[in-house]
C-alpha cells in the first residue's frame, strides 16, 4: 500500500512539474480567484427578494387570551445586500414578534404600518430596506373575562358511495371547549358549532378538522375540532319470514301461497356475525276490496327491529285462497 502511495505521488510531482501541467495548475489557481472575487462582489450587491413571515405575540400573561386570529403570513419585499440576505437566511428565522408589553393598550393590540416595517427590519437587519408589506398593519383583541365551557355540536351533511353506509352519526373528539369573549356570551348562544361539514360519495371512515364557529367577539380554545366519520361497505342477508294473517273475520280462512317470502337486508361488514334481525310480515285482510276481485293480496313488514339499516320484502303481494271454517 505505501508502495502505491509512494507511486502516486511521484506521478502526481511529474505531472505538475510538466510544462502542461504548470499551466494547468495556474489556471485552476486564477479560476479560483476570479470565483472568489464574484461571490465577494455578489454579496455587496442589492437584491430585491419576497420574504413570507410568520406572525407571533410574546409575553402575554396566562391570564388573557387573544379573540383575533394572527394572519397566517406576512408577505414582505425587501431590497438589501446579498451578505445582509445571507446572514438572516442562516441565522434568523422568518417570524415577526410582537411583544405585548409594548404594544398592548385596553384589550387591544394595535401596529400601524411604520411598527410593522421596524419589526420587519429588526428580523431582516437594520441595513435592508423594506419595499412592501402584506398585511402592513396589525390589529387584534385580547380578553381576561373568564371563559365559558360550552358543548360541541357537529354540523355535518355526509353521503356515502351506494355500497357502503354510515355506521354512526359523525361525532366530535372533543365533547365541549372553552369560548373566551371580549363581552357576555348571548342568552341563545348554548353550544358551539362546527363549521358546515359536506362530503360525498364517501367509501371508508376518515377524520376531518373542522373549525368552530363563535359569535363576533368571542373564540372557541381550542378553535377546531376533529371529526370522525365511520363508514364500512354493506353486506346484503336474505331470510326467509312466515306471512302472519291479519284480521281475518273469525268465519273465514285465509290461505297464503306462498305461505313465506323473502326478507332482504343489509348490514355493515363488522355486524355481519350479529344475531339475525326480527322480522313480523303480515298480510292484511282488510286491504282487499269486497268483491275478492283480485287473487293476491298485499305483504308488509309490520315489525322489523334488528342491527341492519335497509330493509325490504322480496315480492309485495301474494297468491291468497278465502275459505268458509
Same mark, same amino acid.
Given at each position: 500500500?505505501?508502495?502505491?502511495?509512494?507511486?502516486?505521488?511521484? $506521478?502526481? /510531482?511529474?505531472?505538475?512539474?510538466?510544462?502542461?501541467?504548470?499551466?494547468? !495548475?495556474?489556471?485552476?489557481?486564477?479560476?479560483?480567484?476570479?470565483?472568489?472575487?464574484?461571490?465577494?462582489?455578489?454579496?455587496?450587491?442589492?437584491?430585491?427578494?419576497?420574504? $413570507?413571515?410568520?406572525?407571533?405575540?410574546?409575553?402575554?400573561?396566562?391570564?388573557? +387570551?387573544?379573540?383575533?386570529?394572527?394572519?397566517?403570513?406576512?408577505?414582505?419585499?425587501?431590497?438589501?445586500?446579498?451578505?445582509?440576505?445571507?446572514?438572516?437566511?442562516?441565522?434568523?428565522?422568518?417570524?415577526?414578534?410582537?411583544?405585548?408589553?409594548?404594544?398592548?393598550?385596553?384589550? /387591544?393590540?394595535?401596529?400601524?404600518?411604520?411598527?410593522?416595517?421596524?419589526?420587519?427590519?429588526?428580523?431582516?437587519?437594520?441595513?435592508?430596506?423594506?419595499?412592501?408589506?402584506?398585511?402592513?398593519?396589525?390589529?387584534?383583541?385580547?380578553?381576561? $373575562?373568564?371563559?365559558?365551557?360550552?358543548?360541541?355540536?357537529?354540523?355535518?351533511?355526509?353521503?356515502?358511495?351506494?355500497?357502503?353506509?354510515?355506521?354512526?352519526?359523525?361525532?366530535?373528539?372533543?365533547?365541549?371547549?372553552?369560548?373566551?369573549? !371580549?363581552?357576555?356570551?348571548?342568552?341563545?348562544?348554548?353550544?358551539?358549532?362546527?363549521? /358546515? !361539514?359536506?362530503?360525498?360519495?364517501?367509501?371508508?371512515?376518515?377524520?376531518?378538522?373542522?373549525?368552530?364557529?363563535?359569535?363576533?367577539?368571542?373564540?372557541?380554545?381550542?378553535?377546531?375540532?376533529?371529526?370522525?366519520?365511520?363508514?364500512?361497505?354493506?353486506?346484503?342477508?336474505?331470510?326467509?319470514?312466515?306471512? $302472519?294473517?291479519?284480521?281475518?273475520?273469525?268465519?273465514? +280462512?285465509?290461505?297464503?301461497?306462498?305461505? +313465506?317470502?323473502?326478507?332482504?337486508?343489509?348490514?355493515?361488514?363488522?355486524?355481519?356475525?350479529?344475531?339475525?334481525?326480527?322480522?313480523?310480515?303480515?298480510?292484511?285482510?282488510?286491504?282487499?276490496?269486497?268483491?275478492?276481485?283480485?287473487?293476491?293480496? +298485499?305483504?308488509? !313488514?309490520?315489525?322489523?327491529?334488528?342491527?341492519?339499516?335497509?330493509?325490504?320484502?322480496?315480492?309485495?303481494?301474494?297468491?291468497?285462497?278465502?275459505?268458509?271454517?
Amino acid at each position: 500500500m505505501k508502495i502505491r502511495l509512494a507511486a502516486l505521488r511521484t $506521478r502526481i /510531482h511529474s505531472a505538475l512539474s510538466s510544462r502542461v501541467g504548470r499551466n494547468a !495548475l495556474t489556471f485552476a489557481v486564477f479560476v479560483l480567484i476570479a470565483s472568489v472575487l464574484w461571490v465577494v462582489m455578489a454579496l455587496n450587491e442589492d437584491r430585491t427578494i419576497d420574504v $413570507r413571515a410568520t406572525v407571533r405575540v410574546v409575553n402575554v400573561p396566562d391570564s388573557l +387570551k387573544l379573540i383575533s386570529y394572527l394572519p397566517e403570513d406576512v408577505s414582505i419585499s425587501v431590497r438589501a445586500t446579498g451578505n445582509e440576505l445571507l446572514t438572516f437566511s442562516v441565522s434568523r428565522k422568518a417570524e415577526l414578534l410582537v411583544d405585548y408589553k409594548y404594544y398592548a393598550r385596553n384589550g /387591544h393590540i394595535s401596529l400601524s404600518s411604520t411598527e410593522m416595517r421596524t419589526l420587519a427590519r429588526r428580523m431582516l437587519g437594520q441595513g435592508s430596506q423594506i419595499q412592501a408589506m402584506t398585511p402592513d398593519t396589525l390589529s387584534l383583541w385580547y380578553t381576561g $373575562r373568564r371563559p365559558v365551557r360550552l358543548p360541541v355540536r357537529v354540523d355535518a351533511s355526509v353521503t356515502t358511495l351506494p355500497n357502503c353506509a354510515l355506521t354512526r352519526p359523525v361525532v366530535s373528539a372533543l365533547d365541549s371547549v372553552l369560548v373566551y369573549s !371580549l363581552h357576555p356570551l348571548p342568552p341563545d348562544f348554548m353550544a358551539v358549532p362546527t363549521a /358546515h !361539514l359536506v362530503l360525498t360519495d364517501v367509501a371508508k371512515s376518515q377524520n376531518a378538522r373542522v373549525a368552530l364557529v363563535t359569535p363576533p367577539g368571542a373564540r372557541a380554545y381550542p378553535d377546531s375540532v376533529m371529526l370522525g366519520i365511520n363508514v364500512e361497505p354493506m353486506i346484503s342477508k336474505r331470510v326467509q319470514v312466515p306471512v $302472519r294473517p291479519l284480521n281475518v273475520p273469525s268465519h273465514l +280462512k285465509m290461505i297464503l301461497i306462498p305461505a +313465506k317470502v323473502s326478507v332482504n337486508y343489509t348490514v355493515p361488514m363488522s355486524r355481519f356475525d350479529d344475531t339475525q334481525p326480527v322480522f313480523d310480515a303480515v298480510a292484511d285482510f282488510n286491504s282487499l276490496d269486497g268483491s275478492f276481485s283480485s287473487n293476491r293480496i +298485499k305483504v308488509e !313488514l309490520q315489525r322489523a327491529e334488528g342491527n341492519f339499516l335497509e330493509v325490504y320484502l322480496s315480492a309485495d303481494s301474494i297468491e291468497y285462497i278465502i275459505e268458509q271454517k
